[in-house]
């Protein structure tokens, strides 16, 4: 069972940067998948970016450009780099990562908050 973990969440006004980090209990050499989705209350959360192993990053539309998804395995964290942050990425953004064969873990989510 992995546990994720994440943190980096925050207040900040428009324009501005955040890095979100998701550690893992354990390794994530073996996961297939890993990435980042966001949610607000009343819309279905959706997907922000992700790594496909062996693969390159993956963004939504709306974060390409100033997004940037990171993964170090030696420390088992997937970061988040997010710049020129706009009030329409408010929302809670959770870590998420599936092995091969399907199985799913989430991270209890972080809130980021763009505003003046």
């Known amino acids: 069972q992995v546990q994720l973990v994440e943190s980096g969440g925050g207040l900040v006004q428009p324009g501005g940067s955040l890095r979100l980090s998701c550690a893992a209990s354990?390794?994530?050499?073996?996961?297939?998948?890993i990435g980042w989705y966001r949610q607000v209350p009343g819309k279905q959360r959706e997907l922000v970016a992700r790594?496909?192993?062996?693969?390159?990053?993956e963004y939504t539309d709306s974060v390409k450009g100033r997004f940037t998804i990171s993964r170090d395995n030696a420390q088992n964290t997937v970061y988040l780099q997010m710049n020129n942050l706009k009030p329409e990425d408010t929302a809670v953004y959770y870590c998420?990562?599936?092995?091969?064969?399907?199985?799913?873990?989430w991270g209890q989510g972080t809130q980021v908050t763009v505003s003046s």
């Open positions: 998420h990562a599936a092995t091969l064969v399907g199985t799913s873990y």
């Open positions: 354990e390794s994530i050499f073996s996961i297939y998948v």
């Open positions: 790594i496909i192993s062996g693969g390159t990053p």
